[in-house]
């Protein structure tokens, strides 16, 4: 007896159902790895362009750089864009940086993915470095005083203030940061060292008084000494001090929510562009970054490359920038935009003038 044919429907397809479904469970764990790589956090750093602002323009209605009236020494209109530049991060202490994220930087010539490792300390805290970007902006806005007073010949005064109060000593809940101390202890004080080698030298449990400046208040603050932890039989406080350094008008800046050190430059060139009647920036949009010192120098940043083309896309023709980055910079300049490098607040005065009459200005070398 001959068998008929097979019909397709009733043959049977093992493979073509084994095949489906090891089809299915790959697409599945494909999608499993996707949703792993959204939300994954990795040990990275993003660093991307940040925006940028006008030092010599405002901010929500109030002069971002704001000098205070002074017969003696007037303030001057100024016209065009002196703009300070940022980067944005994202990873590290203020949240996780996930694996597409990372990977998109990565592939991203503007942006830069580093270990987390090199930029904070794995017990730093999102507090903590905020606290730290609060004082290097506090402190650089500080500097720039001194150097664009000292540029344009204004008397500078510098006073000592409590930079920082560690949580859970004698300071801590007693003394502010920013407060301006004036006495210890009844006596004038005219340098932090004053006050350090008053507090090592007196016994463990010693009650001193702070008078100080408070937002222009004047309060007297007990503060009662206590044994170093990290110096057993030293008596110590709780505080870091430096110096605030103010002129014979007063000087503020209205820029929140953002920290570091790298726009002292940029709030130096503000206040002598108001200071003086050249009108500096001169309807002209120049850009930069750098640090500031009291005596001028200008200092290293970080994001270099992201500064540029943050500064690029909003719009900069001019772009100042400490000399040491030179070389992290070659490769990275975007089309249309002047880069140059200097090493004091005198050098970028004088570059802006030169740029501005068409004149030659510094450059990197090759």
């Known amino acids: 007896m001959t068998e008929g044919p097979v019909t397709e429907d009733s043959a049977p397809r093992p493979r073509r159902g084994r095949r489906g479904t ?9 999608l499993a790895l996707a949703v792993l790589a959204a939300f994954l956090p990795v040990p990275y750093v993003k660093i991307a362009p940040g925006p940028t602002f006008n030092t010599i323009g405002e901010i929500d209605g109030r002069p971002l750089v704001e000098i205070g009236e002074s017969t003696e020494y007037p303030t001057f209109p100024v016209t ?13 202490p203020r949240g996780g940086l996930t694996v597409f994220q990372a990977v998109a930087a990565w592939l991203d010539q503007s942006d830069a993915v580093l270990p987390r490792e090199l930029l904070y300390p794995d017990d730093e805290t999102k507090a903590d470095v905020e606290q730290r970007n609060a004082e290097m902006f506090s402190t650089s806005q500080s500097n720039a005083i001194a150097a664009a007073l000292t540029y344009t010949k204004i008397p500078v005064t510098a006073q000592v203030t409590v930079t920082m109060v560690v949580e859970g000593t004698p300071a801590a809940g007693n003394l502010r940061a920013g407060d301006h101390v004036l006495t210890l202890d009844g006596s004038t004080v005219t340098d932090s060292q004053q006050i350090g080698d008053a507090i090592h030298g007196r016994p463990i449990g010693t009650t001193f008084v702070f008078g100080v400046d ?26 870091g001090l430096g110096p605030n350094f103010v002129g014979p008008m007063p000087i503020q800046f209205t820029l929140q929510d953002v920290g570091g050190p ?49 500064a690029r896309a909003a719009g900069a023709e001019l772009f100042l920038m400490p000399k040491v980055h030179c070389g992290e910079a070659a490769g990275y300049v975007p089309d249309g935009l002047r880069v140059v490098p200097v090493e004091t607040l005198t050098d970028a005065v004088l570059a802006i003038e030169a740029w501005k009459a068409g004149s030659t200005v510094p450059s990197c070398p090759v």
Request: charged letters at 15%; zero cysteines; proline letters at 4%.
């Open 80 to 92: 065009g864009n002196l703009n300070m530049t940022t980067i944005q991060e994202w990873g590290g």
């Open 262 to 310: 790298s726009a002292g430059l940029f709030f130096s060139l503000a206040i002598v562009d108001k200071l003086t009647p050249s009108d500096l920036a001169g309807g002209r949009f120049i850009a930069g970054t750098g640090t500031i010192s009291p005596d001028g120098t200008v200092g290293a940043i970080g994001g270099i490359r992201q500064k540029l083309a943050g």
């Open 22 to 30: 090891a089809l299915l469970i790959a697409l599945l764990s494909l």
């Open 214 to 239: 408070r937002g222009g208040q004047k309060v007297d603050v007990s503060v009662t000494s206590a044994d170093n932890p990290q110096d057993p039989g030293v008596a110590y406080v709780g505080i």
